[in-house]
């Protein structure tokens, strides 16, 4: 949607404290209980992307709760920028996702922490972060301990957003379940590459049976969702390739 939805999302987190919380319940939910307690400065960013709608955005790889995976995807988008003092000033934006390294290097693979841009001042940041002093709270940040960062691509996830708002439309389907959703799962999967052995001739694809259920299953531990086999908000999008 846009970096003005994203901010708007992690200001209506301020104040948020402890674990577990909010955050953190929503993230183990879907990924499991080792999460209600983990550093949750990840997961804020992936709840504020979930919750804006920016979901194609900011978390272009699904789901993330450790900082250094979310900064390999906007290097592997060609967005990633290292912090120095120049590129702050120069390529900084609001709704930025921003890395932190407390040892002062510029390497991925040593950021501790991360937050979004809500002002450029500078060659500083105001950010707003979660887990910073295990709270979610408003930071002026330097070049001195900004290891890079990198501008979600917002406008053009906003050409999608027909796209995602009809993926939240559409119904919670549990095992069990009957009719024409359950059908359009089945051959969703097939067009997916899931549920080759599945016949519709010996199964009937109106169902939601124990063997589709699997293959959703399957499809959900691909793409690193919880394996619960109800299709919903998470894997509808999945199924249907977005």
């Known amino acids: 949607m846009s970096a003005s939805a994203m901010l708007a999302a992690a200001r209506r987190s301020l104040g948020v404290t402890g674990r577990p919380n909010t955050i953190t319940r929503e993230y183990a939910a879907r990924h499991g209980e080792v999460y209600l307690r983990a550093p949750w400065c990840q997961m ?3 709840k504020w992307g979930r919750d804006s709608g920016n979901s194609e955005a900011v978390l272009p790889a699904g789901d993330r709760a450790y900082t250094v995976w979310s900064a390999e995807d906007g290097e592997r988008l060609g967005l990633w920028h290292v912090g120095t003092a120049e590129n702050i000033r120069k390529y900084a934006r ?6 932190f390294d ?3 290097s510029n390497g991925i693979a040593w950021i501790d922490h991360v937050g ?3 002002r450029v001042l500078g060659d500083r940041v105001q950010t707003i972060e979660g887990n910073t002093a295990d709270a979610c709270k408003r930071r002026v940040r330097a070049a001195n301990v900004i290891a890079g960062f990198w501008n979600p691509d917002y406008a053009a996830a906003a050409d999608t957003t027909w796209t995602e708002t009809l993926m939240t439309e559409l119904p919670l ?3 069990g379940a009957k009719g024409n959703h359950a059908k359009t799962i089945f051959f969703l999967l097939k ?3 899931y549920a080759k052995d599945l016949d519709e001739k010996l199964i009937d694809p109106a169902v939601y049976s124990p063997k589709v259920v699997a293959e959703v299953k399957r499809l959900q531990g691909d793409k690193g969702l919880k394996k619960d086999g109800e299709v919903g908000k998470d894997t509808w999008p999945k199924l249907c390739g977005l």
């Open 102 to 104: 407390w040892g002062g």
């Open 94 to 99: 609001p709704g930025a996702i921003v890395f």
């Open 116 to 118: 979004i841009v809500e």
């Open 191 to 193: 067009a997916r590459g």
């Open 173 to 175: 389907i549990k095992p």
């Open 44 to 46: 804020s960013i992936t």
